[in-house]
Protein backbone atom coordinates (compact mmCIF):
# COMPACT_ATOMS: atom_id res chain seq x y z
CA UNK A 1 0.00 0.00 0.00
CA UNK A 2 3.16 2.29 0.49
CA UNK A 3 4.50 1.35 -2.84
CA UNK A 4 1.35 1.06 -5.27
CA UNK A 5 -1.51 3.22 -2.72
CA UNK A 6 -5.03 2.36 -2.38
CA UNK A 7 -7.60 2.66 -4.94
CA UNK A 8 -10.13 -0.55 -6.57
CA UNK A 9 -8.74 -3.93 -7.47
CA UNK A 10 -9.93 -5.03 -10.77
CA UNK A 11 -9.57 -9.31 -10.68
CA UNK A 12 -9.71 -11.29 -14.14
CA UNK A 13 -11.37 -14.74 -13.62
CA UNK A 14 -11.54 -17.36 -16.35
CA UNK A 15 -15.43 -16.41 -17.06
CA UNK A 16 -15.77 -13.44 -15.64
CA UNK A 17 -14.72 -9.79 -13.60
CA UNK A 18 -14.56 -8.95 -10.26
CA UNK A 19 -13.98 -5.31 -9.20
CA UNK A 20 -13.74 -4.59 -5.48
CA UNK A 21 -14.36 -1.02 -3.96
CA UNK A 22 -11.18 0.76 -2.66
CA UNK A 23 -13.04 -0.31 1.26
CA UNK A 24 -13.41 -3.71 0.69
CA UNK A 25 -9.92 -4.52 -0.25
CA UNK A 26 -7.64 -4.26 2.66
CA UNK A 27 -9.56 -6.98 5.17
CA UNK A 28 -9.60 -9.44 2.29
CA UNK A 29 -5.85 -9.25 1.91
CA UNK A 30 -5.36 -9.41 5.91
CA UNK A 31 -7.94 -12.77 5.37
CA UNK A 32 -5.95 -14.09 2.73
CA UNK A 33 -2.13 -13.38 4.19
CA UNK A 34 -3.46 -15.08 7.22
CA UNK A 35 -5.24 -18.45 5.48
CA UNK A 36 -2.03 -18.06 3.29
CA UNK A 37 -0.02 -18.35 6.97
CA UNK A 38 -2.06 -21.61 7.84
CA UNK A 39 -0.94 -23.17 4.63
CA UNK A 40 2.57 -22.29 5.47
CA UNK A 41 2.25 -23.22 8.87
CA UNK A 42 0.90 -27.04 7.54
CA UNK A 43 4.29 -27.16 5.63
CA UNK A 44 6.04 -26.52 8.70
CA UNK A 45 3.89 -29.09 10.11
CA UNK A 46 5.55 -31.27 7.99
CA UNK A 47 8.92 -30.69 7.41
CA UNK A 48 8.99 -31.19 11.36
CA UNK A 49 7.02 -34.80 11.16
CA UNK A 50 10.00 -35.50 8.62
CA UNK A 51 13.08 -33.85 10.80
CA UNK A 52 12.25 -36.40 13.52
CA UNK A 53 13.30 -39.35 10.55
CA UNK A 54 16.11 -37.79 9.71
CA UNK A 55 20.03 -36.88 10.64
CA UNK A 56 21.00 -34.43 8.94
CA UNK A 57 19.55 -31.43 7.74
CA UNK A 58 19.22 -31.18 4.06
CA UNK A 59 16.48 -34.85 3.76
CA UNK A 60 13.58 -33.26 5.10
CA UNK A 61 14.05 -30.22 3.27
CA UNK A 62 14.07 -31.81 0.32
CA UNK A 63 11.36 -34.64 1.58
CA UNK A 64 9.12 -32.11 2.35
CA UNK A 65 9.75 -30.18 -1.28
CA UNK A 66 9.22 -33.46 -2.84
CA UNK A 67 5.98 -34.77 -1.25
CA UNK A 68 4.52 -30.95 -1.87
CA UNK A 69 5.86 -30.93 -5.43
CA UNK A 70 3.76 -34.51 -5.76
CA UNK A 71 0.53 -33.74 -3.68
CA UNK A 72 0.48 -30.51 -5.72
CA UNK A 73 0.55 -32.86 -9.06
CA UNK A 74 -1.90 -35.15 -8.15
CA UNK A 75 -4.04 -32.21 -6.82
CA UNK A 76 -4.21 -30.28 -10.21
CA UNK A 77 -4.62 -33.66 -12.04
CA UNK A 78 -8.26 -34.67 -13.71
CA UNK A 79 -7.59 -38.15 -13.79
CA UNK A 80 -11.01 -40.12 -12.13
CA UNK A 81 -8.79 -42.25 -10.06
CA UNK A 82 -6.99 -39.31 -8.16
CA UNK A 83 -10.35 -37.40 -7.56
CA UNK A 84 -10.81 -39.66 -4.63
CA UNK A 85 -7.91 -38.81 -2.65
CA UNK A 86 -7.46 -35.30 -3.51
CA UNK A 87 -10.08 -33.59 -0.92
CA UNK A 88 -7.49 -35.49 1.99
CA UNK A 89 -4.45 -33.83 0.55
CA UNK A 90 -3.22 -30.35 1.97
CA UNK A 91 -2.01 -29.26 -1.14
CA UNK A 92 -5.71 -29.12 -2.11
CA UNK A 93 -6.59 -26.87 0.15
CA UNK A 94 -3.24 -24.34 0.51
CA UNK A 95 -4.85 -22.48 -2.53
CA UNK A 96 -7.95 -21.43 -0.14
CA UNK A 97 -6.87 -17.80 0.18
CA UNK A 98 -8.15 -17.06 -3.50
CA UNK A 99 -11.48 -17.41 -2.28
CA UNK A 100 -11.67 -13.87 -0.14
CA UNK A 101 -10.98 -12.27 -3.45
CA UNK A 102 -14.49 -13.85 -4.75
CA UNK A 103 -17.45 -11.75 -3.83
CA UNK A 104 -21.45 -12.69 -3.69
CA UNK A 105 -23.64 -11.02 -6.46
CA UNK A 106 -27.07 -10.66 -6.94
CA UNK A 107 -29.29 -11.73 -9.28
CA UNK A 108 -29.09 -8.40 -11.07
CA UNK A 109 -25.07 -9.16 -10.85
CA UNK A 110 -24.60 -6.60 -8.77
CA UNK A 111 -21.76 -6.90 -5.86
CA UNK A 112 -22.72 -7.27 -2.31
CA UNK A 113 -19.62 -5.30 -0.69
CA UNK A 114 -18.01 -7.32 2.11
CA UNK A 115 -19.36 -10.48 1.01
CA UNK A 116 -17.51 -14.01 0.05
CA UNK A 117 -18.76 -15.87 -2.63
CA UNK A 118 -18.47 -19.21 -1.51
CA UNK A 119 -17.36 -19.27 2.71
CA UNK A 120 -17.88 -22.46 3.43
CA UNK A 121 -15.03 -23.61 1.01
CA UNK A 122 -13.01 -21.04 3.41
CA UNK A 123 -13.61 -23.25 6.51
CA UNK A 124 -13.50 -26.47 5.08
CA UNK A 125 -10.19 -25.65 3.63
CA UNK A 126 -8.71 -23.81 6.93
CA UNK A 127 -10.55 -27.26 8.78
CA UNK A 128 -8.28 -29.97 6.41
CA UNK A 129 -5.37 -27.79 6.92
CA UNK A 130 -5.64 -27.84 10.84
CA UNK A 131 -6.17 -31.48 10.95
CA UNK A 132 -3.30 -31.74 8.59
CA UNK A 133 -1.08 -29.67 11.05
CA UNK A 134 -2.39 -31.47 14.43
CA UNK A 135 -1.97 -34.82 12.79
CA UNK A 136 1.93 -34.22 11.55
CA UNK A 137 2.50 -32.52 15.04
CA UNK A 138 1.60 -35.54 17.05
CA UNK A 139 3.02 -38.05 14.84
CA UNK A 140 6.30 -36.31 14.90
CA UNK A 141 5.80 -36.28 18.71
CA UNK A 142 4.99 -39.85 19.35
CA UNK A 143 7.72 -41.07 16.83
CA UNK A 144 10.32 -38.85 18.62
CA UNK A 145 9.44 -40.36 22.42
CA UNK A 146 9.79 -43.74 20.77
CA UNK A 147 13.50 -42.56 19.56
CA UNK A 148 16.60 -43.57 21.33
CA UNK A 149 18.09 -40.01 21.67
CA UNK A 150 21.21 -40.96 23.74
CA UNK A 151 22.55 -42.74 20.58
Known amino acids: MWIFGTDD ?30 AMTTVAALGFFL ?7 IGPIVATMSVIIFFTILSTMNIPIFN ?28 IVGSIQYP ?21 IVVFRKKDVLS
Open 9 to 38: MFLMKSSYVVLLKENDVFWRYVGAFGFAAL
Open 51 to 57: SVFAENS
Open 120 to 140: ERIINSALVLFIHIILFVAAA
Open 84 to 111: LVKPYLFTTHMIGWKEFFDIQVTDTNEA
